[in-house]
């Protein structure tokens, strides 16, 4: 029995992600720390780690602390991220 191959990441990077609830008069920003990661092999090879860095919002609803978001691309990614934030009412800034 052969056993599947680990995947190997190709690119990696660490940013701060940071998102504003979408309300005019709201000041209510969240700090992710981000990680990127491209692997060359599988369904869905592009990935990003989020974890909450900063302080609770004041009146705006509150995100998972941690979440993982796997896509198919770069593009599908940003889609399915911007549609994550847009559920709780946040815009990627």
Known sequence: MKKS???????????????KFYHPKSDDYLD???TTRITDSGKNPVEISLKFTGTPPY???MPLEEHVIKAASIIDL???LTKWFKKYG???R
């Open 78 to 80: 940003y889609s399915k």
């Open 59 to 61: 009146a705006a609803l």
């Open 5 to 19: 191959p680990v995947p190997t990441i190709i690119y990696e990077e660490h940013w701060i992600l940071v998102v």
């Open 32 to 34: 992710y720390s981000a």
């Open 90 to 92: 946040y815009d990627i």
